[in-house]
């Protein structure tokens, strides 16, 4: 702003539309965009030239990867556990009203919960961080305090992701686990005397397991969903605040670089789904 | 110690409205890379040859030489200009600073466009050299008599690069300044790899820096920090974790005056907010029908009812401008005040009938409606110069009427209610906003819009995220809110802005247009206006003239509709410092992302024994 | 000959209360048996006539929307005498596997399919047992010889066995224990002929080896002329015939086991057979009196009127018709 | 269909609870059509006012009545999820009951489509769509945009019942009996995947009006048209909550909260319908 | 993702049926490839190599056209008669479209279609009143095959091709549509592919009859000589595993 010559200004312009690559029409700029993107190279950042791309992401990656992933493991145990657990003893009251309170938080959607958790722990009862991912002024070397501030710092949007996110798991389970019992193999096990731990540990959970880890995969790749609306709403320093950052900045680069990465992310989710299946489901060849 | 190891007493947290910082690591201010600027870098760090304060500025006068030993001392004919510097300046790391450090800065940003002040300098430095240690000498390719400006820090100003660092990078475009070398009288300490906050440390020989003049700076340490969105922001001055907010929303500054003991703001009572030099307004896109029509543009600006505006944006905590000029405390003495009497006489021609469109109440008339509100009772001021001072003078009357028959004037008609234009399409009018980045200015748009609305026009705002880079600078609008204006603030001359509205720099419809004059007009008129002050030196009197000159131009042409101050509702809280500036003691500008936000360092207190 | 299992005035009822329609499926309905240690028991009849359900009944595989209404099943295991329908659900646990195996229909898919076999054998029988895990898998090694599977299949998914391999591995496990008494729900149908007729012989094999007693079920005459000892016939829920095999085939009393029986075309004569009209009556609405007279070419009018009662007209023959015992009773 | 919703309110709570609520919204959404103000006409009414007689659930910071902007608001976001719903309905039984059907080649191409949008990580898309079409993202172009992102799932739970029902008999008596692909498709094979679209419908509802209020309070939509996100929005963007005007705040959260309850207990219901065997637990022993 | 396999299911199969009516059983272990067969004489499934001629022309079929050809001359019967009619539609529905899509020349209306049908279920021992408007739970299955069997009389096709169409009825029924079978051909002067499993019923009804084994026919000839006499070693495998309630029957 200290410099107000238009001539100054229409100079500086060029001047760094030729650094940008930014020549040429809209098609060669996109073409561009691909054939670097296609050697691994996501680009210079517009709005941080010439940072590139790639390293922006990269600092803000480890925080998304972080707080999903153990999220959603977390969530995928939670729900499933109660789901099998409310599936197999559909007359427990203490089971039910567990259920109960998880599946009354699914329907909610997911900004209105974690406001809501945002405003009640952070203002009308303020007991928990409710911005970052930790402290201002935080030493950064490794310690037990900084680790614990950092836990501190993501109990909140942890816990609005697994509040919204352990109810479909167990409706899912509950489901599942009340159709498998009533399969012939679960059926036999019980007119086998099978003890009833074993048949819930091994005939049950373990059949249900086979859809529902397929669906951790795909959840675990759709981490990207969740993370733009967590990160906004608690000010993450994750790769969904980056995606908002760089829409508003117009910082086309990025936008389409996490893009990119969003959707290889998904792939990878699929293919580790391809790749562990037998794991779970032995009559899955991988050929 | 804690693991978050700065003493609390000792340091001083301020609000980075930048944000989080995309590209933590990058310093070099002399090239955009994505790094904050107001994250202290700017305001502690950085230092250049004069400061003007848009408020009074310590030392007696807004004016301020800092590296510089004086005022800029120009030739005959503006086209050279020698500065003198001041002696035992020290860099952070012991190497003194001198005339090489200016004339490096001004050669590498020449010799490498992409730098932030290469194209200014390229466009009219001829040659720069150092004469002695404390003289350069600069000649410039054509006269100007406003060539300082450029060394002059408002907001900030081509900051001055250390030549002992930079000269052994290989590119100074890619380079990252990491840990950069400081001229102010901060260094840094500590950053957040995430980009979120900032601390600084005060120099031991903080002595040795341009600040020294008015005093030892107080804080020991400050954190610029990104507190989140508005809301997050008050819990936190709540909670007395952050000194300064920058900006708030009026809703936001009146739950923190109403729950806070330990707040301060620019007005101890409403409306509290800082006055920015800047000026709010409609602004029409000029060059495209019908708004390139002045007849039209008034007929708008006569369906706007300005106490409903302001109640919807300020809610009443704006000062109202009528006139082209920010209504700052400055410009109020300056041009305000003396041209009241022009502005009631003042008449438009709708072509049926002459109206005086002027109601010089309205000030008044917002204040007793604010008294209304029991929150707000005793804090309204009753003495009518503090009104005009807080609330502004008057503003245009709604007059539909009038309004009616100036479109019809410009070959408008109405049927069924809804207004066609000439040609017979419905007269439709989208609004840019910038939505919820400056949501008073988007309360504002909406209001206004459905005012048009109601006269039948088809008016509808629309938000746009960046809206300078997407709608204005390409010119992709028929009408938004923003600014066009804005002024040293603490100084009559108007060359900061006005000069960039010559119609020489009016981009043609679809081009990119430079980011001054949004509207895109042009006039002969005005061109006469630019071309007189290019004449005469800054501190010339006549200015003040021309100045009044510009002011009933655009009163009568209309280009943009002025609204009102853009107020900031910077609060501060007293829990750990006092000292702040606020209209009592307005040394400088409360908002501290302005590089003239280091006075405050020297006037803080601590409020909390050591 | 001793009886191992009797089973007196046995009512099993389906009660469906479903989105406003409440319907009772009487699939038993008032059956009394006994089966003799060592016998191999066979019930017949066609579809949905109630064969599954009794068989249910027996091993105690109850669960909704399944009720015993009312009878009684007791077992003489091991010399005592167990009443199935007074038990606690632990002490059922106890009988099962050791005294009682039950192959439920279907039998091909009752193996945990993401499981190896070999702890099925684990999960069932293990716990019976007191003796190492080695020597339990000896023995099972030992067995499945027997049977003519390789142990080596144990380390196997089920699902990489062929069907008849997968429910010879279910006999194995269902006898593993040597189980007093084993119910077998068409253990063979889906099976290829031949496989069929190799699993029909391991199992007979087996029985007389252990001296179980054996009750089963299937709609194929041509599995109970080759294995039972004494046929039950099931008409609509009702027991309506029982003979010892050779007399039910030579002389069948009841219309409908008469219509059973004459109907099978048979390799080697190419003579006309009858087909019986009309349709299997509705569980849920039985109709009156007898269930069969609506089809019945020997219907009389007391048919439609009284329930004919089990009469035992001949040592080891009884029948529900009032063609062949008359009104009498 | 009359006596099935008979039955299920006789018999299923769930059922009974989300009609009742259901009920709630329709009521509210027929009111919106007697608002005494104009959907988006602002500071006619003394602001911030807090609930009383007057203004049922007090007034907005924009001067706005609290209850007529949750009728308009909620009758927007509720035909934006029924317009995204059946948008995607459409594809999704297009896509699966052909991909099923005709197998094959026709199935690989579509399933692999199918995949791709399944995979697609809709936030940052829907964020790209916004960054790309900037004022032309009309509701319109949300609606389309939505639908062709929502059909994925569903259209492969169609598929995989299609496909049972391509091998159940009486689909080739149908093929002998000389009838067209559509004809199958249409009559004898939609009746059979209707009850699915029926489910589905609630849970893509919930997922569409979810993303819009998410879309809306962060202001990527029009903020000029009412909806309960847009309602959030601007009790966010004059902090609401934090100057004690609650109510603007809670009322759209309330109503949010009731909406998704409703869909979310009638597509529970729906779905145990249509599963026998969770039909059959219900009774009990 | 998952690999194919090429499944041989049969391979070198070549029969042929005379001009006049008769009724053909194909009998065999399991997964045999008898389906299969069926499959590619109805047109269901292409074969891989050779070809299927009918009324001395290769079938080749590359449009609707061709297929309702092909269809007018060929018709099914199914497994199982409680599966053959969507439980939603009425099975009168099946005989009207049957009788529309098939007849020659223009398209019959309600009536012709109503005429049609009710010929065809008179063939069957039914009458279109007791079938009229009916859903399937409502017709016992002995009826309701009957109704399967008038609908693929209605396009009066040469052939019909019965896969297995007693194994899931009750003894009751059995021999009911078998005798049936029988019926048509003399009375209708059809050709019928019968495949069961069952080696009774198809010496029971059948003229000829082809065993097949992996893929291959191990034996053919005249039904009841085949069976009395079987000379390949697998069929005299196949007939001795047939359980026969072999006690002199009286009366
Ligand atoms: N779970 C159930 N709920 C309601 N009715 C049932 C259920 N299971 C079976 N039935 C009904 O009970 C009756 C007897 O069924 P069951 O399975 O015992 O017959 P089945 O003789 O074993 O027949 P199949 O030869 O087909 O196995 C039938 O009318 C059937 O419809
Ligand atoms: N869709 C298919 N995909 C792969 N293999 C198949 C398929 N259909 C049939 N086969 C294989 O082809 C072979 C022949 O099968 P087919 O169904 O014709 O036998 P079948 O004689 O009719 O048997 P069944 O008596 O059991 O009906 C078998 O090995 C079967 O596994
Ligand atoms: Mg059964
Ligand atoms: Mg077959």
């Known amino acids: 702003m200290g410099q107000s010559d238009p001539n100054a200004i229409e100079l500086m312009r060029q001047s760094l539309r030729e650094l940008y690559g930014m020549q040429g029409s809209i098609w060669q700029q996109y073409l561009h965009f691909w054939l670097r993107l296609a050697t691994g190279d996501l680009g210079p950042s517009l709005s941080a030239f010439p940072t590139p791309v790639s390293t922006i992401i990269l600092r803000s990656l480890p925080w998304t990867i972080g707080l999903m992933t153990v999220s959603t493991l977390i969530t995928f145990v939670l729900g499933n556990a109660i789901g099998a657990l409310a599936g197999y003893y559909r007359k427990d009251m203490v089971l039910k009203a567990v259920s109960l309170v998880f599946i009354a938080m699914l329907p909610i959607p997911y900004y209105i919960l974690a406001f809501v958790l945002l405003i009640v722990f952070g203002f009308i009862w303020p007991v928990l961080p409710i911005n970052g991912g930790y402290e201002m002024n935080a030493n950064l070397d ?70 529902q880890f397929t669906g951790l995969a795909m959840s675990l790749g759709a981490i990207f969903n969740g993370t733009v609306i967590t990160e906004i709403v608690f000010g993450y320093p994750g790769i969904g605040n980056l995606l908002i950052e760089a829409v508003h900045a117009g910082d086309y680069s990025l936008v389409l670089g996490l893009s990119a990465l969003s959707i290889v992310g998904v792939a990878a989710a699929v293919f580790i789904i391809d790749v562990l299946s037998p794991l779970i489901d032995p009559r899955i060849k991988v050929e | 110690e804690d693991y978050t190891s700065l003493p609390r007493k000792e340091t001083l947290i301020v609000e980075n409205p930048e944000g989080t910082i995309k590209n933590p690591g990058w310093f070099n201010i002399w090239v955009n890379g994505g790094g904050g600027v107001s994250t202290g870098l700017q305001q502690l760090t950085m230092d250049t040859l004069w400061y003007i304060d848009p408020e009074q500025g310590l030392g007696g006068a807004a004016w301020d030489n800092s590296l510089a030993a004086d005022k800029p001392q120009y030739n005959a004919d503006f086209t050279e200009m020698t500065v003198k510097l001041r002696k035992g300046l020290y860099w952070s790391d012991g190497v003194e600073f001198t005339a090489d450090d200016v004339v490096y800065t001004v050669k590498t940003q020449m010799d490498h466009p992409g730098m932030v002040w290469s194209a200014a300098f390229s466009v009219q430095v001829a040659s720069v050299e150092a004469t002695d240690p404390q003289t350069v000498v600069f000649k410039l390719k054509k006269p100007n008599s406003r060539f300082h400006a450029i060394f002059t820090v408002r907001w900030n100003g081509a900051w001055i690069m250390p030549k002992h660092v930079f ?152 000062t109202l401008s009528a006139l082209g000029v920010p209504p700052t405390a400055a410009t109020m003495k300056d041009y305000q005040a003396p041209m009241q009497d022009w502005l009631k006489d003042f008449e438009i021609d709708t072509g049926k009938s002459k109206i005086k469109p002027y109601d010089p109440t309205v000030g008044q008339q917002i204040a007793d409606i604010l008294r209304k509100q029991p929150k707000f009772k005793d804090q309204i001021p009753t003495d009518p110069e503090a009104i005009s001072g807080a609330f502004g003078y008057g503003w245009w009357k709604p007059n539909p009427k009038a309004a009616g028959e100036l479109l019809e004037k410009a070959g408008f008609k109405k049927s069924g209610g809804k207004w066609l234009t000439p040609d017979g399409q419905p007269f439709k009018i989208r609004m840019t906003v910038e939505g919820d980045t400056r949501s008073v200015f988007t309360r504002a748009g909406t209001l206004i819009a459905q005012q048009w609305a109601a006269f039948g026009i088809d008016a509808k705002a629309v938000p746009a995220a960046k809206l300078w880079q997407t709608a204005l600078q390409p010119g992709d609008f028929q009408v ?32 990119v247009q430079p980011p001054r004059n949004w509207q895109r007009w042009s006039n002969p008129e005005l061109d006469k206006i630019i071309e007189s002050i290019r004449g005469i030196s800054a501190d010339d009197p006549k200015g003040m003239e021309l100045g009044k000159d510009y002011l009933k131009l655009v009163a009568k042409e209309m280009p943009t509709i002025p609204l009102m101050s853009y107020n900031v509702f910077t609060s501060m809280d007293t829990t750990y410092w006092t000292g702040y500036p606020t209209i009592k003691d307005p040394y400088t500008d409360p908002v501290p992302n302005w590089a003239n936000s280091r006075l405050m360092m020297v006037k803080l207190k601590p409020a909390q024994p050591k | 000959m001793e009886n191992l299992v009797e089973i007196q005035n046995l009512k099993a009822y389906y009660r469906a209360f479903l989105f406003g329609v409440d319907r009772e499926v009487r699939a038993v309905d008032d059956i009394s048996l006994t089966i003799g240690r060592g016998e191999v028991y066979g019930v017949a009849g066609e579809s949905s006539s109630g064969k599954t359900t009794l068989i249910k009944t027996i091993a105690g595989a109850i669960r909704p929307p399944l009720r015993v209404v009312s009878g009684n099943v007791k077992f003489h295991f091991g010399g005592g005498t167990q009443d199935l329908y007074a038990m606690t659900p632990e002490e059922r646990v106890a009988l099962r596997w050791k005294h009682l195996s039950y192959i439920m229909q279907g039998s091909m898919n009752v193996l945990n399919p993401v499981r190896r076999i070999r702890h099925s054998f684990t999960d069932f029988a293990f716990r019976h047992m007191t003796v190492s895990r080695q020597i339990f898998f000896e023995k099972v090694a030992a067995h499945l010889q027997r049977l003519k599977l390789d142990p080596q299949l144990l380390d196997a998914y089920p699902h990489e066995l062929s069907g008849g ?135 009389m009018d007391i048919c439609s009127q009284k329930v004919p009662p089990m009469v035992t007209v001949a040592p080891e023959r009884r029948v529900a018709c009032f063609a062949v015992t008359g009104d009498q009773v | 269909m009359f006596t099935i919703i008979r039955d299920l309110s006789r018999h299923n709570m769930e059922f009974l609870c989300g009609l009742l609520l259901f009920a709630v919204i329709v009521g509210l959404v027929i009111l919106s059509y007697f608002s005494p103000y104009g959907a988006t006409d602002i500071y006619l009414l003394p602001p911030d006012m807090p609930p009383d007689g007057e203004y049922w659930l007090g007034t907005t910071s924009r001067g706005q009545d609290v209850f007529w902007q949750l009728t308009i608001g909620l009758r927007n976001t509720l035909y934006f999820g029924i317009g995204v719903a059946f948008l995607s309905r459409i594809i999704s039984l297009v896509v699966g009951l052909v991909a099923g059907y005709a197998g094959g080649a026709v199935d690989r191409v579509l399933m692999a489509i199918n995949d791709s949008v399944m995979v697609i990580p809709q936030f940052p898309l829907l964020i790209l769509f916004y960054f790309v079409l900037k004022d032309n993202m009309t509701w319109m172009a949300l609606i389309v945009i939505m639908a062709s992102l929502g059909w994925s799932y569903d259209a492969r739970l169609i598929r995989s019942v299609a496909l049972g029902l391509k091998t159940r008999p009486f689909t080739t008596q149908s093929v002998y009996s000389g009838m067209t692909m559509r004809k199958i498709l249409v009559e004898e094979h939609l009746p059979y995947v209707l009850p699915i679209v029926f489910a589905t419908t609630m849970n893509n509802m919930i997922w569409s009006i979810g993303m819009e209020i998410t879309l809306s309070v962060l202001g990527f939509t029009d903020i000029e048209t009412p909806t309960m996100g847009m309602m959030i929005y601007w009790a966010n963007a004059h902090s609401a909550l934090i100057s004690g005007i609650w109510w603007w705040v809670a009322a759209p959260v309330a109503v949010i909260v009731i909406l998704f309850l409703a869909l979310f207990l009638l597509s529970m219901s729906m779905n145990e319908y249509n599963d026998p065997r969770s039909r059959l637990n219900r009774m009990g022993s | 993702m998952l690999g194919r396999r090429l499944i041989t299911a049969v391979k070198d199969v070549s029969f042929e049926l005379g001009d006049e009516p008769e009724i053909l059983s194909i009998v065999g272990e399991s997964g045999s490839g008898k389906s299969t067969v069926a499959a590619m004489i109805l047109g269901q499934t292409q074969p891989t190599e050779g070809e299927l001629q009918f009324a ?81 739970h409502e017709l016992s299955g002995g009826q309701l095959q009957r109704v399967a069997i008038a609908r693929a009389l209605i396009p009066e096709p040469r052939l019909l091709v019965a896969d297995e169409p007693v194994s899931m009825v009750d003894a009751s029924l059995r021999m009911a549509i078998v005798n049936l079978f029988g019926r048509l051909k003399s009375e209708l002067g059809l050709s019928i592919i019968y495949i069961t499993h069952d080696l009774a019923t198809a010496y029971y009804v059948s003229d000829n009859i082809i065993i097949m084994r992996k893929g291959e026919i191990v034996e053919r000839g005249r039904a009841r000589a085949v069976l009395d006499d079987p000379q390949h070693e697998y069929s005299r495998a196949l007939k001795d595993a047939v359980l026969a309630a072999d006690f002199s029957t009286v009366g």
């Open chain 2, 167 to 318: 000269e052994k990078v290989e590119d100074p475009l890619r380079y990252d300044f990491a840990n950069p070398v400081s001229l102010g009288a901060y260094k840094l300490k500590a950053y957040d790899p995430q980009g979120k906050w900032y601390t600084w440390e005060k120099r031991d020989d903080w002595q040795r820096t341009s600040l020294a003049r008015f005093g030892e700076p107080a804080p020991k340490y400050v954190t610029y920090t990104d507190p989140g969105p508005p809301d997050k922001r008050t819990i936190a001055q709540l909670e007395h974790n952050l000194d300064i907010i920058h900006d708030n929303t009026p809703e936001g500054m009146f739950t923190l005056k109403e729950k806070s003991k330990t707040i301060d703001t620019w007005f101890p009572g409403f409306p509290f907010a800082h006055p920015d030099p800047t000026l709010p307004a409609v602004i029409f896109n000029t060059q495209e029908a019908p708004f390139d029509n002045a007849d039209v543009r008034w007929a708008l600006a006569l369906l706007i009812d300005i106490k409903a505006v302001d109640m919807a944006s300020y809610r009443g905590a704006a």
């Open chain 1, 142 to 211: 490794l310690s037990f305090a900084l680790v614990t501030d950092i836990l501190k710092h993501s109990i909140l949007p942890a816990l609005s992701l697994i509040l919204v996110g352990a109810g479909s798991w167990l409706i899912g389970m509950r489901a599942l686990v009340s159709n498998i019992i009533t399969d012939d193999y679960v059926v036999f096990a019980e007119l086998g005397g099978v003890p009833k731990g074993k048949i819930l540990r091994s005939y049950i959970a373990r059949n249900a397991m086979v859809p």
């Open chain 5, 56 to 136: 001395g022309k290769t079938v080749a079929i590359h449009n609707r056209a061709e297929r309702t050809a092909f269809m007018k001359e060929v018709q099914p019967v199914l497994q199982n008669p409680f599966e053959a009619f969507n439980p939603l539609k009425r099975v009168d529905r099946y005989l009207f479209e049957t009788a529309r899509n098939f007849s020659a020349g223009k398209r019959p209306d309600r009536r012709e279609a109503e005429k049609m049908a009710d010929t065809a279920l008179h063939h069957v021992g039914l009458t279109l009143e007791e079938v009229k408007g009916r859903f399937p």
């Open chain 2, 480 to 511: 938004a809110i923003a600014w066009s204006v804005e002024t040293w603030g603490g100084d009559p001359d108007l060359s900061f802005f006005l000069d960039s509205w010559h119609s020489q720099f009016v981009a043609k419809k679809g081009d």
């Open chain 3, 165 to 299: 391999m997968r429910q010879r591995m279910t006999i194995a496990l269902a006898t593993i224990l040597t189980p007093e008494f084993i119910i077998a729900d068409e253990p063979t149908t889906a099976l290829d002929v031949i496989v069929q007729r190799d699993v029909l012989t391991m199992i007979r094999d087996i029985q007389r080896e252990m001296g179980s007693s054996f009750l089963f079920v299937t709609h194929d005459m041509g599995v109970h002329a080759t294995v039972s000892d004494r046929i039950g016939i099931v008409y609509a829920g009702r027991l309506v015939e029982e003979a010892p095999t050779p007399k039910l085939f030579s002389l069948p009393l009841h219309p409908y086991t008469q219509h059973l029986v004459g109907s099978l075309p048979k390799i080697g004569d190419p003579t006309t057979r009858p087909s019986l009209e009309g349709r299997p009556p509705n569980l849920a609405m039985p109709p009156e009196g007898c269930r069969f007279h609506p089809r019945c070419p020997k219907r």
